[in-house]
């Protein structure tokens, strides 16, 4: 199979860089991580890995804690009394 096409993608450098760090030290360049990450979705008709995307009441409740709103518990038992548990 000839390598005749360019991909480019546009990310943060520091992400960038600890990702060749990490790629160093295990023998392999971000080109040869994107090809064979594209040889397997082409291959196999998904992602080599497991995506966890958020349903619509976890993305409420994320909202929610970052807008500040919801209940904090200074202890795992305070949670407990509070859930009547």
Not at 33 to 62: C, H, Q, S, W, Y
């Amino acid at each position: 199979m000839t390598a005749d096409t360019v991909v480019r993608a546009r990310i943060p450098s520091d992400v960038k860089e600890r990702a060749i760090s990490t790629l160093d030290r295990i023998g392999l360049s971000v080109s040869d991580v994107i090809r064979l990450t594209l040889i397997r979705v082409a291959e196999e008709g998904r992602l080599p890995f497991d995506l966890a995307v958020p349903n619509r009441t976890t993305r409420k409740a994320m909202k929610e804690l970052a807008e500040g709103k919801g209940k904090k518990f200074d202890s795992a038992e305070a949670l407990f009394e509070d859930l009547g548990i």
